[in-house]
């Protein structure tokens, strides 16, 4: 019995300071990635878009953290070409889902992509335009900054 009890305790007290510790860690994470937000031009990161409300965080801005699995940080201005070529690899984008907050997207919205997704559509052809100043740093480690620049929103 009191070797159980001890078990049941030194168990509990291992997922309470695991569970602690993945806290901590995950707090840090958000801290750190939030402040130091860089676009890939070496400057703040400034808001891609606010309607539709965009970014992994649907904060606005193409933030990303280690459980975006997608990478959503290039801020495009998505073209009916780029709809059609991602809906076309299994990614409707133009589709409505309320259950999800995404009210679909049309040409000319702007919209915080996959790194991958873009690079996918830049090798076929269709990549959209880009928002330079709103496009997270981490997108250089997928795609050449030249690549971004020759689609940079001309302003």
Known sequence: MRKNLF?????????IFSTQLTFAQTTKVKKIETNMATNVL????QACCFDPKTGYFRDGYCKTRMDDVGTHVVCA????????FTKSKGNDLETPFPQYNFPGLKPGDKWCLCVLRWKEALDAGVAPPVELEATHKIALKYVTFQDLKNHAVVK
């Open 7 to 15: 078990l049941n305790f030194w168990c509990f007290s291992l997922l």
């Open 42 to 45: 070496g400057t703040e990161l």
């Open 77 to 84: 201005v998505v073209t009916q070409e780029f709809l059609t």
